[in-house]
C-alpha cells in the first residue's frame, strides 16, 4: 500500500484556516435561512389573522342560519393579491360549509377540536398554502363557527430570499475577502522559509557558516539553531578529521621514508653482511608502520559517531581484561616486567563493544609496558561496579604534560622507543564512546602512573 504522501506546509495552513470559515459561513447560512423563515412567517402570519378577524367581523346568524353579510367589491379587496393567492373557508359543525371556497380541505383531524387560534400547513389544488383556523362563537344560541384563511407562500418565499441576499451575501463577500487575504498572508509568512531554503540550497559542502535567522519567525528559529548547532559539530568533526589527516600523513611519512632508504641500501649491497642491517631495519620500520596504521584505524573507528551504540552488548569486563593482558605476558617478559591481574571477584557487566574495549586495554598496556621501568610491574585491576585501572611503577608524567598525554601524537620529551603518541588518544576516544570516564592518578613524577576508566553501571 503506497503512502500518502504527506502536505505541503502552504496547503495545511490553508486548509485549517479556509476550511473553518467555510464552514461557519455555512451554518451561518442555515441558520440565516431559519431565521428568515421564522420571520416571513410571524410576519404573515400576523397578516393573516387580521384577514380571518376582518371575514369573522362579517358573520352573522338570521332566523337561525349564519350567514355572510360581504359586499362584492369588499370580497374582490379581500381576495385581491399580486403575488398569492387567498383562499377562505367558513364553516360550522351544525350547517357545515357556510361560505368560501370548497376547495380548501376542512381542518386536519388533529385540530378538528382545538380551540382559539391555529396555524399549519397544507395544500389546495397542488399548491403549498399557509392557514389560519379561528373558531369564534357567532350567537348566543348558535354553534361555533370555523373560520379557515390560507395563503400561498410566494411572499414569503420573496422575503425570506430578501434577507438571505440582505445577510449571506454580504458573508460570503467578507468570506471570500477574507480567503483572499489569508492566502496571501500565509504566502507572505512562508517567505522567510523559502528565503532559508534557497540559502541551504546554494550553500556547499565546505561553507558550514551559521544560517541567518533574524528574518526568519520565531516559531522556526529553533530549527535553525539546531541546524546551526549541528553544522558547528559537524565543522569540528572535519577540523578534527582533516587534522588527523594531516597528522597521519606525517607521521607515516617518516617509517616509509625509512623503509624506502633501507631498501635501496639492501639493492646496492653486494654480500649478506651488508643486506642483514638494512633487513633489520626494514623490519623495525615495517613493524612501526604496521602499528601505526593499526591505531590510525582504531582510532578512525572510535571517532565520535563512527561506532553505533545500538550495536552494543553485554560484556564482562573481567574477562575481557583478563584474555587481552594474557596477550601481553610475552612483551612484558622481553623487558622483564611483571604484569599481574587482579580481577573481581564477581562479574562486571557493561555494555560495549569488544573489540573496541580491547584496543583500550590494549593500548593502556603498551603504553605502560613501552614507558614503564625495565624489570618493574604492571597491575591491570577489575573493580566492580565497573572500573578498570592499569597501574605501572616507571618514572611517571610531570605535572606539565599530564594534560597533553591524551592528544593525538603527541610524545613527552625524552620519551624512549619509538611510539607514535596516539595509544593514549585511542583511550580516550574509546572511553568516550562508551560513557566512560577517565582519570590520571599521577601524585608525582616517579612515582609511577595509573590510568582509571570508569563505565556506566548497567
Same mark, same amino acid.
Given at each position: 500500500?503506497?503512502?500518502?504522501?504527506?502536505?505541503?506546509?502552504?496547503?495545511?495552513?490553508?486548509?485549517?484556516?479556509?476550511?473553518?470559515?467555510?464552514?461557519?459561513?455555512?451554518?451561518?447560512?442555515?441558520?440565516?435561512?431559519?431565521?428568515?423563515?421564522?420571520?416571513?412567517?410571524?410576519?404573515?402570519?400576523?397578516?393573516?389573522? &387580521?384577514?380571518?378577524?376582518?371575514?369573522?367581523?362579517?358573520?352573522?346568524?338570521?332566523?337561525?342560519?349564519?350567514?355572510?353579510?360581504?359586499?362584492?367589491?369588499?370580497?374582490?379587496?379581500?381576495?385581491?393579491? &399580486?403575488? &398569492?393567492?387567498?383562499?377562505?373557508?367558513?364553516?360550522?359543525?351544525?350547517? /357545515?360549509?357556510?361560505?368560501?371556497?370548497?376547495?380548501?380541505?376542512?381542518?386536519?383531524?388533529?385540530?378538528?377540536?382545538?380551540?382559539?387560534?391555529?396555524?399549519?400547513?397544507?395544500?389546495?389544488?397542488?399548491?403549498?398554502?399557509?392557514?389560519?383556523?379561528?373558531?369564534?362563537?357567532?350567537?348566543?344560541?348558535?354553534?361555533?363557527?370555523?373560520?379557515?384563511?390560507?395563503?400561498?407562500?410566494?411572499? *414569503?418565499?420573496?422575503?425570506?430570499?430578501?434577507?438571505?441576499?440582505?445577510?449571506?451575501?454580504?458573508?460570503?463577500?467578507?468570506?471570500?475577502?477574507?480567503?483572499?487575504?489569508?492566502?496571501?498572508?500565509?504566502?507572505?509568512?512562508?517567505?522567510?522559509?523559502?528565503?532559508?531554503?534557497?540559502?541551504?540550497?546554494?550553500?556547499?559542502?565546505?561553507?558550514?557558516?551559521?544560517?541567518?535567522?533574524?528574518?526568519?519567525?520565531?516559531?522556526? *528559529?529553533?530549527? %535553525?539553531?539546531?541546524?546551526?548547532?549541528?553544522?558547528?559539530?559537524?565543522?569540528?568533526?572535519?577540523?578534527?578529521?582533516?587534522?588527523?589527516?594531516?597528522?597521519?600523513?606525517?607521521?607515516?611519512?617518516?617509517?616509509?621514508?625509512?623503509?624506502?632508504?633501507?631498501?635501496?641500501?639492501?639493492?646496492?649491497?653486494?654480500?649478506?653482511?651488508?643486506?642483514?642491517?638494512?633487513?633489520?631495519?626494514?623490519?623495525?620500520?615495517?613493524?612501526?608502520?604496521?602499528?601505526?596504521?593499526?591505531?590510525?584505524?582504531?582510532?578512525?573507528?572510535?571517532?565520535?559517531?563512527?561506532?553505533?551504540?545500538?550495536?552494543? %552488548?553485554?560484556?564482562?569486563?573481567?574477562?575481557?581484561?583478563?584474555?587481552?593482558?594474557?596477550?601481553?605476558?610475552?612483551?612484558?617478559?622481553?623487558?622483564?616486567?611483571?604484569? /599481574?591481574?587482579?580481577?573481581? &571477584?564477581?562479574?562486571?557487566?557493561? *555494555?560495549?563493544?569488544?573489540?573496541?574495549?580491547?584496543?583500550?586495554?590494549?593500548?593502556?598496556?603498551?603504553?605502560?609496558?613501552?614507558?614503564?621501568?625495565?624489570?618493574?610491574?604492571? %597491575?591491570?585491576?577489575? %573493580?566492580?561496579?565497573?572500573?578498570?585501572?592499569?597501574?605501572?611503577?616507571?618514572?611517571?608524567?610531570?605535572?606539565?604534560?599530564?594534560?597533553?598525554?591524551?592528544?593525538?601524537?603527541? *610524545?613527552?620529551?625524552?620519551?624512549?622507543?619509538?611510539?607514535?603518541?596516539?595509544?593514549?588518544?585511542?583511550?580516550?576516544?574509546?572511553?568516550?564512546?562508551? /560513557?566512560?570516564?577517565?582519570?590520571?592518578?599521577?601524585?608525582?613524577?616517579?612515582?609511577?602512573?595509573?590510568?582509571?576508566?570508569?563505565?556506566?553501571?548497567?
Amino acid at each position: 500500500m503506497r503512502a500518502t504522501p504527506p502536505l505541503s506546509l502552504r496547503r495545511q495552513l490553508l486548509l485549517r484556516l479556509l476550511v473553518p470559515m467555510v464552514t461557519l459561513f455555512v451554518f451561518g447560512a442555515a441558520a440565516s435561512y431559519y431565521i428568515a423563515l421564522e420571520f416571513a412567517n410571524s410576519a404573515y402570519d400576523r397578516a393573516l389573522y &387580521d384577514s380571518a378577524r376582518s371575514l369573522a367581523q362579517q358573520i352573522k346568524v338570521v332566523n337561525g342560519r349564519t350567514v355572510v353579510d360581504l359586499p362584492r367589491a369588499a370580497l374582490e379587496m379581500f381576495e385581491w393579491d &399580486d403575488l &398569492d393567492t387567498t383562499y377562505y373557508r367558513i364553516s360550522s359543525k351544525a350547517e /357545515g360549509f357556510v361560505f368560501g371556497h370548497k376547495e380548501m380541505p376542512n381542518l386536519p383531524a388533529a385540530l378538528q377540536d382545538a380551540e382559539g387560534t391555529r396555524y399549519y400547513d397544507d395544500s389546495i389544488l397542488d399548491r403549498g398554502v399557509r392557514v389560519v383556523a379561528l373558531l369564534l362563537p357567532v350567537g348566543p344560541n348558535s354553534s361555533p363557527v370555523r373560520i379557515q384563511v390560507g395563503e400561498t407562500r410566494n411572499k *414569503r418565499t420573496l422575503l425570506v430570499k430578501e434577507i438571505l441576499l440582505t445577510v449571506v451575501l454580504p458573508q460570503g463577500l467578507l468570506i471570500a475577502l477574507a480567503g483572499i487575504l489569508v492566502w496571501f498572508g500565509v504566502a507572505s509568512a512562508l517567505v522567510p522559509l523559502s528565503l532559508l531554503e534557497k540559502e541551504i540550497e546554494t550553500r556547499t559542502h565546505r561553507d558550514l557558516s551559521p544560517l541567518p535567522d533574524s528574518a526568519v519567525p520565531v516559531e522556526v *528559529r529553533p530549527l %535553525t539553531h539546531a541546524i546551526n548547532d549541528l553544522m558547528q559539530r559537524l565543522g569540528q568533526t572535519l577540523s578534527v578529521q582533516h587534522r588527523f589527516i594531516a597528522d597521519a600523513a606525517h607521521q607515516l611519512r617518516t617509517p616509509i621514508a625509512g623503509l624506502k632508504i633501507q631498501i635501496e641500501r639492501a639493492l646496492h649491497s653486494d654480500s649478506m653482511d651488508e643486506i642483514r642491517p638494512a633487513l633489520s631495519q626494514l623490519q623495525s620500520s615495517a613493524e612501526r608502520v604496521a602499528h601505526l596504521s593499526n591505531q590510525l584505524l582504531t582510532l578512525a573507528r572510535a571517532e565520535p559517531g563512527a561506532n553505533d551504540p545500538a550495536r552494543f %552488548t553485554d560484556i564482562d569486563l573481567n574477562a575481557i581484561a583478563r584474555e587481552t593482558g594474557m596477550h601481553w605476558v610475552p612483551r612484558a617478559l622481553e623487558r622483564n616486567i611483571d604484569l /599481574g591481574f587482579a580481577g573481581s &571477584d564477581r562479574p562486571v557487566r557493561i *555494555r560495549g563493544d569488544a573489540l573496541l574495549l580491547q584496543e583500550l586495554i590494549s593500548n593502556l598496556i603498551d603504553n605502560a609496558v613501552r614507558y614503564g621501568r625495565e624489570g618493574g610491574s604492571i %597491575t591491570v585491576s577489575v %573493580t566492580a561496579p565497573a572500573q578498570i585501572t592499569v597501574e605501572d611503577d616507571g618514572p611517571g608524567i610531570p605535572e606539565d604534560e599530564r594534560n597533553k598525554v591524551f592528544e593525538r601524537f603527541h *610524545r613527552m620529551p625524552g620519551s624512549p622507543g619509538d611510539g607514535s603518541g596516539l595509544g593514549l588518544a585511542i583511550v580516550r576516544e574509546i572511553a568516550q564512546a562508551h /560513557g566512560a570516564q577517565v582519570r590520571l592518578d599521577n601524585p608525582a613524577a616517579g612515582s609511577g602512573t595509573g590510568i582509571q576508566i570508569t563505565f556506566p553501571r548497567i
